[in-house]
């Protein structure tokens, strides 16, 4: 069994040579019409098949197998028409600090000591006045012939009996390999096999206390003609060759080993020039590469015109509104909701008080119930069939820790005066709490589901369901709209936007709601700004999600597949999806609304964003607030208003909403 220092060792080999090959998700270089052409070679490379959930957008990295294979699932992004390529490149080695030679009773010994390429090599040794906290470091750093040509990292056995005493395994090169800027042949001969400093290196900075051992291991046989000309020896393809953003590739290809054992890392992107990173060339060497066209994705003015006919949006909204009566809704104001049933002419305000008492006893105490300080709340929700239910979501922190928070479930029957978790199912916990669903029949609390899962599929998740305003609850599933395709979004995940975001699962079902799955792609949209589902009748749908690498997606199968399409550029912007300054949104007569500091409208057919003139700019725009439609006026919280998100409520009639 590998040991913590096993799996960290080899983490941090990863991440270092993925930050030094300059791996970032969802990056992709400019469009250029320069290629690296193909090598010419002799020998099949095998394909594979990628399945849509193993696509990564942009770049990906790679462990390069032991005969020199490499393999890798790219998804093109959101770019223009075009040729792009395809490159594999790798870390250029820097050397390794070596250690001083092992005294005269340390020893390296490898059985068998010679054989043909791709021989598995025992190896056995020993090192003098090893400490037991030197002896838990368990991978070591091995070179084949040079510590700046072929270097990997084996796994350290220490016998427990013979306290110095080692065992590692290596299999031989059974390919030629990179030998700083040229490539060494694999030919026979008699190759140095050095552990350069065991048991490891020192930190921070990386210099060597320990030894370094040396044996040789004499390599027979014919060896191999590749790479034994001047020509470059390495190959990439792609399957297929050309095809639309969204489009999932399958790369293949060969190239001279990059590290020793198995345990090279290749980086694969979809690249262009300039990559935008002075020197990136020049430190990450290219291997291969090959051409990729890009087909235009379908633009905004060739589709026809869109009639959604309902919108699901992401996130925890603020404002929540009675799903059969429009003049009726509400949001998270300053230590109470605020409540209008007039259409904002007049307001009432259910206090949140109560809240503190009801989350006391519980595991996860909303912030301010020990302090005296405001609660706020982060979601309303309310009830179609009782008007004095309302159900409230509050971030809460573990009563044994800091943040980071949690979203917690609450709900009161009698307008404010007490408030009660609500009931967590039972394979889920209070701080799995993933959104309310309301509807005019009822409302639906979305848990994450604590049961182990195949990691290889999509989490599970559980629906409580109340139709007595919140007094009883029963498992459901989820529903399907009352018209169009039957689609939804699960319960949003608890990831934080300022580190790795959170997001919300697309679900699909063929048969009337009674099961739900994922699509492969795109499979989910950003909850950290509001991002939309919308059904446009039939099997057709839309999603919209400005933070993604595809701000705009298509289906006309019900969601089994997607396609981008591709929006007009905002005045002054780039072609970056995330430099939309505003949060974008599809309104019911099928335009889009950009809404911030300025106000933007796409018209059906339009092939420009036209200016709204009249609209007022949201504070703090960009995201930050994304108006709703309820009746007839877009409405949203004004995040600089007061001292608690959520204090003012503006709005702008829908009517004004033109060029």
Same mark, same amino acid.
């Given at each position: 069994?590998?040991?913590?220092?096993?799996?960290?060792?080899?983490?941090?080999?990863?991440?270092?040579?993925?930050?030094?090959?300059?791996?970032?998700? *969802?990056?992709?270089?400019?469009?250029?019409?320069?290629?690296?052409?193909?090598?010419?070679?002799?020998?099949?490379?095998?394909?594979?098949?990628?399945?849509?959930?193993?696509?990564?957008?942009?770049? &990906?990295?790679?462990?390069?197998?032991?005969?020199?294979? $490499?393999?890798?699932?790219?998804?093109?992004?959101? #770019?223009?028409?075009?040729?792009?390529?395809?490159?594999?490149?790798?870390?250029?080695? *820097?050397?390794? $600090?070596?250690?001083?030679?092992?005294?005269?009773?340390?020893?390296?010994?490898?059985?068998?000591?010679?054989?043909?390429?791709?021989?598995?090599?025992?190896?056995?040794?020993?090192?003098?006045?090893?400490?037991?906290?030197?002896?838990?470091?368990?991978?070591?750093?091995?070179?084949?012939?040079?510590?700046? +040509?072929?270097?990997?990292?084996?796994?350290?056995?220490?016998?427990?009996?013979?306290?110095?005493?080692?065992?590692?395994?290596?299999?031989?090169?059974?390919?030629?390999?990179?030998?700083?800027?040229?490539?060494?042949?694999?030919?026979?001969?008699?190759?140095?096999?050095?552990?350069? /400093?065991?048991?490891?290196?020192?930190?921070?900075?990386? %210099? /060597?206390?320990?030894?370094?051992?040396?044996?040789?291991?004499?390599?027979?046989?014919?060896?191999?003609?590749?790479?034994?000309?001047?020509?470059?020896?390495?190959?990439?393809?792609?399957?297929?060759? +050309?095809?639309?953003?969204?489009?999932?590739?399958?790369?293949?290809?060969?190239?001279?080993? &990059?590290?020793?054992?198995?345990?090279?890392?290749?980086?694969?992107?979809?690249? @262009?020039?300039?990559?935008?990173?002075?020197?990136?060339?020049?430190?990450?060497?290219?291997?291969?590469?090959?051409?990729?066209? #890009?087909?235009?994705?379908?633009?905004?003015?060739?589709?026809?015109?869109?009639?959604?006919?309902?919108?699901?949006?992401?996130?925890?909204?603020?404002?929540?509104?009675?799903?059969?009566?429009?003049?009726?809704?509400?949001?998270?104001?300053?230590?109470?909701?605020?409540?209008?049933?007039?259409?904002?002419?007049?307001?009432?305000?259910?206090?949140?008080?109560?809240?503190?008492?009801? %989350?006391?006893?519980?595991?996860?105490? $909303?912030?301010?119930?020990?302090?005296?300080?405001?609660?706020?709340?982060?979601?309303?929700?309310?009830? !179609?069939?009782?008007? !004095?239910?309302?159900?409230?979501?509050?971030?809460?922190?573990?009563?044994?820790?800091?943040?980071?928070?949690?979203?917690?479930?609450?709900?009161?029957?009698?307008?404010?005066? &007490?408030?009660?978790? #609500?009931?967590?199912?039972?394979?889920?916990? =209070?701080?799995?709490?993933?959104?309310?669903?309301?509807?005019?029949?009822?409302?639906?609390?979305?848990?994450?589901?604590?049961?182990? +899962?195949?990691?290889?599929?999509?989490?599970?998740?559980? #629906?409580?369901?109340?139709?007595?305003?919140?007094?009883?609850?029963?498992?459901?599933?989820?529903?399907?709209?009352?018209?169009?395709? /039957?689609?939804?979004?699960?319960?949003?995940?608890?990831?934080?936007? =300022?580190?790795?975001?959170?997001?919300?699962?697309?679900?699909?079902?063929?048969? @009337?709601?009674?099961?739900?799955?994922?699509?492969?792609?795109?499979?989910?949209?950003?909850?950290?700004?509001? %991002?939309?589902?919308?059904?446009?009748? %039939?099997?057709? =749908?839309?999603?919209?999600?400005?933070?993604?690498?595809?701000?705009?997606?298509?289906?006309?199968? *019900?969601?089994?597949?997607?396609?981008?399409?591709?929006?007009?550029?905002?005045?002054?912007?780039?072609?970056?999806?995330?430099?939309?300054?505003?949060?974008?949104?599809?309104?019911?007569?099928?335009?889009?609304?950009?809404?911030?500091?300025?106000?933007?409208?796409?018209?059906?057919?339009?092939?420009?964003?036209c200016s709204v003139a009249a609209a007022p700019p949201i504070s703090n725009g960009e995201w930050s607030a994304s108006p709703r439609l309820i009746g007839d006026r877009l409405y949203w919280s004004d995040p600089t208003a007061g001292a608690a998100?959520?204090?003012?409520?503006?709005?702008?009639?829908?009517?004004?909403?033109?060029?």
């Amino acid at each position: 069994m590998k040991t913590w220092k096993t799996q960290l060792a080899g983490a941090v080999l990863i991440a270092v040579m993925a930050i030094a090959l300059g791996i970032e998700a *969802g990056h992709l270089p400019r469009k250029t019409s320069s290629t690296v052409p193909l090598a010419t070679t002799t020998f099949p490379i095998a394909h594979h098949t990628c399945a849509q959930t193993d696509a990564a957008i942009g770049n &990906t990295g790679t462990i390069q197998a032991a005969d020199g294979t $490499i393999s890798a699932c790219l998804r093109v992004g959101s #770019v223009p028409a075009g040729t792009y390529r395809i490159a594999a490149r790798r870390n250029k080695p *820097g050397g390794s $600090i070596l250690g001083s030679p092992g005294p005269s009773g340390d020893w390296l010994t490898l059985t068998p000591p010679s054989g043909p390429p791709g021989t598995h090599i025992k190896i056995s040794g020993y090192v003098a006045n090893l400490t037991t906290g030197q002896r838990g470091f368990d991978r070591a750093q091995l070179c084949w012939e040079s510590c700046d +040509t072929l270097v990997g990292s084996v796994q350290i056995d220490w016998s427990a009996a013979k306290p110095g005493q080692f065992t590692a395994d290596l299999d031989a090169p059974a390919a030629p390999w990179f030998s700083g800027t040229t490539v060494a042949p694999l030919r026979p001969g008699r190759y140095k096999v050095t552990f350069p /400093c065991l048991p490891s290196f020192d930190k921070p900075g990386g %210099s /060597c206390s320990g030894v370094r051992l040396e044996a040789h291991f004499d390599l027979l046989g014919q060896g191999s003609s590749r790479c034994t000309g001047s020509l470059p020896c390495a190959v990439l393809q792609s399957t297929p060759a +050309t095809g639309p953003p969204g489009t999932v590739l399958a790369v293949d290809g060969w190239a001279p080993l &990059t590290a020793l054992s198995g345990n090279g890392f290749v980086a694969v992107a979809f690249e @262009g020039e300039p990559t935008g990173k002075p020197g990136f060339e020049t430190f990450t060497p290219l291997i291969a590469s090959t051409p990729f066209t #890009v087909t235009g994705a379908p633009g905004w003015a060739s589709l026809p015109p869109l009639h959604p006919v309902f919108i699901q949006r992401t996130g925890m909204d603020a404002i929540g509104a009675d799903p059969a009566n429009p003049r009726r809704f509400a949001y998270c104001g300053n230590g109470v909701i605020k409540m209008t049933t007039t259409g904002g002419t007049s307001w009432s305000s259910i206090p949140l008080a109560g809240v503190r008492a009801a %989350s006391a006893s519980t595991t996860y105490p $909303i912030p301010g119930s020990a302090s005296g300080g405001t609660v706020v709340c982060s979601s309303v929700v309310l009830d !179609a069939r009782f008007p !004095a239910s309302v159900y409230a979501v509050f971030a809460a922190a573990t009563r044994s820790g800091p943040p980071p928070f949690y979203f917690v479930a609450y709900v009161t029957r009698n307008s404010g005066r &007490t408030w009660q978790p #609500v009931p967590v199912p039972a394979k889920s916990e =209070m701080g799995r709490f993933g959104g309310f669903r309301g509807s005019p029949s009822g409302v639906q609390a979305l848990f994450w589901s604590q049961t182990t +899962t195949d990691s290889s599929q999509p989490p599970q998740f559980l #629906v409580e369901q109340t139709t007595d305003g919140g007094r009883s609850w029963q498992a459901a599933g989820l529903r399907c709209p009352v018209s169009g395709p /039957c689609i939804g979004l699960g319960p949003q995940d608890n990831g934080r936007c =300022m580190a790795v975001g959170e997001w919300q699962a697309i679900e699909i079902s063929s048969d @009337g709601g009674r099961s739900w799955s994922t699509p492969g792609w795109p499979g989910r949209l950003s909850a950290c700004t509001t %991002s939309e589902l919308a059904g446009l009748g %039939s099997n057709s =749908m839309i999603a919209v999600d400005q933070m993604g690498p595809y701000p705009l997606m298509s289906s006309s199968d *019900g969601g089994s597949s997607w396609e981008d399409v591709a929006l007009p550029l905002l005045p002054g912007a780039d072609a970056d999806p995330g430099n939309v300054q505003g949060s974008l949104q599809i309104l019911p007569d099928g335009r889009l609304l950009l809404a911030g500091y300025r106000w933007y409208l796409l018209g059906s057919g339009a092939t420009a964003w036209c200016s709204v003139a009249a609209a007022p700019p949201i504070s703090n725009g960009e995201w930050s607030a994304s108006p709703r439609l309820i009746g007839d006026r877009l409405y949203w919280s004004d995040p600089t208003a007061g001292a608690a998100v959520g204090v003012t409520l503006r709005s702008f009639p829908i009517s004004a909403v033109h060029c």
